[in-house]
């Protein structure tokens, strides 16, 4: 490619889901190619995650972005213009580099994401390729498997259930149309019995409906019955996949679930967990232990890793590091991939990489704040990571990125591979 070079970059405040400030840029390269992107940001959080940079003070309740805004458009629009953008490595090295911290807490990581992502939109653009094929090592015709909030819990529900995410997945789905289409009567149909129970209040951050249940539990009986209301067999067509964010509620091998008034060490967690994986037809499970419990971590995968997908989110906050730690102890064998964890497209494929060689599977997702961007599901696809999640099946922000892999699965047509059920090593 030629005219590749960066000639200018501009920032801006911008809005996401929760009306929240956050940072959009655009990049514009010497041939005219544009590119533009918007950092996310999560209210579950590991600790050792990337920082964004917010205001402080009471406007926005001390989450406005004016400082990380400048900081594009300053001292990072300095640094890399001139930069090639097809040589997205370096990019974002000077930019780790410019920053100087270990947590991106200087110029914020919602300053230095963006501009990553709007980069690699640019030289895309730049070569007349969609995003998912310009990032990718060779033929990119992998679709994930979605992972779909259907009752939003945690932090993301006000705390009303402990768990965080109760979503669906369907493994025996043909394609990625037709897991959405499934997904949509699985929606409908737990909004009606929690209608009919009594049970409902609402929306959820991230689109799922905001239960109102007297225990864990029964949020996930009434999944079940909402998977066979819609007309699908539990375990077999649609399963359930859970994001217990271990870490909102676990300490120090102390576990509190607030929703049921009960305490549990690492062994009691472990024994609950267990009991629900054998009574419900769970395939995955997010952040079943705490980050602060490595140990917990990796006995539940000694337990159920060879017939389970266990995922680390705030455990490996999409670090290479922290994923080949967690293969070496036997913990986990699935990374979360979230960009705004680290800061750049080029750490966050270096966590996948990592987890390639170890032997891990891959789920892209997005946060609980989310934006119209779509820059993950061109990740998902470009590096065949054969996963996504981005929340629940309504709000502009969600659907915004399932009707971009709608999409990109038409736009490959018969070379199409959905992930389906190998990605869970369940066979079609």
């Known amino acids: 490619m030629t005219g590749t070079n960066i000639a200018f970059v501009h920032a801006r405040r911008v809005w996401d889901s929760r009306g929240r400030p956050t940072v959009e840029a655009d990049v514009m390269l010497e041939n005219g190619a544009v590119g533009r992107a918007i950092a996310p940001a999560g209210a579950s959080t590991g600790s050792a995650e990337a920082l964004d940079l917010r205001d402080g003070g009471e406007a926005f309740g001390g989450y406005d972005v004016q400082h990380a805004v400048a900081n594009v458009n300053t001292e990072i629009a300095r640094a890399v213009t001139g930069m090639d953008a097809a040589n997205q490595a370096a990019l974002d090295n000077r930019l780790i580099a410019l920053d100087g911290t270990a947590n991106k807490s200087r110029l914020g990581a919602n300053a230095l994401l963006p501009v990553s992502m709007a980069a690699a939109h640019a030289a895309a653009h730049a070569a007349g390729l969609p995003l998912f094929r310009y990032l990718a090592d060779d033929d990119a015709t992998l679709i994930p498997l979605p992972q779909i909030q259907i009752f939003g819990g945690g932090a993301h529900a006000g705390r009303r259930v402990d768990i965080q995410d109760f979503m669906i997945v369907c493994p025996a789905a043909d394609s990625f149309a037709q897991a959405l289409e499934w997904t949509a009567?699985?929606?409908?149909?737990?909004?009606?019995?929690?209608?009919?129970?009594?049970?409902?209040?609402?929306?959820?951050?991230?689109?799922?409906?905001?239960?109102?249940?007297?225990?864990?539990?029964?949020?996930?009986?009434?999944?079940?019955?909402?998977?066979?209301?819609?007309?699908?067999?539990?375990?077999?067509?649609?399963?359930?996949?859970?994001?217990?964010?271990?870490?909102?509620?676990?300490?120090?091998?102390?576990?509190k679930l607030a929703l049921e008034d009960r305490e549990l060490d690492s062994a009691g967690m472990i024994d609950l967990l267990s009991g629900w994986i054998a009574r419900y037809p769970i395939l995955s499970i997010e952040d079943p232990l705490a980050e602060d419990d490595p140990e917990g971590f990796a006995a539940f995968t000694r337990l159920h890793g060879k017939s389970l997908q266990i995922v680390g989110d705030d455990f490996l906050v999409s670090d290479a590091a922290r994923v080949r730690d967690a293969a070496a102890n036997g913990a986990a064998n699935t990374v979360l991939l979230k960009p705004n964890q680290r800061g750049t497209l080029t750490e966050t494929l270096d966590a996948w990489a990592a987890a390639k060689e170890a032997g891990f599977s891959a789920i892209v997702s997005a946060r609980s704040g989310e934006t119209e961007d779509t820059t993950i599901v061109h990740i998902a696809v470009g590096w065949g990571a054969g996963q996504l999640k981005v929340g629940s099946f309504t709000r502009g922000e969600r659907m915004a990125k399932w009707n971009e892999m709608l999409r990109v699965e038409e736009s490959l047509g018969a070379r199409a591979r959905f992930a389906g059920g190998t990605v869970l090593g369940r066979s079609r």
């Open 185 to 255: 009567e699985v929606y409908r149909a737990a909004g009606k019995l929690m209608a009919e129970a009594g049970t409902l209040a609402g929306v959820a951050d991230e689109g799922g409906w905001w239960p109102v249940f007297s225990t864990n539990e029964q949020a996930l009986d009434m999944l079940v019955r909402a998977i066979e209301r819609a007309g699908f067999k539990p375990g077999h067509q649609v399963g359930i996949a859970l994001d217990i964010a271990a870490s909102e509620f676990g300490r120090a091998g102390r576990y």
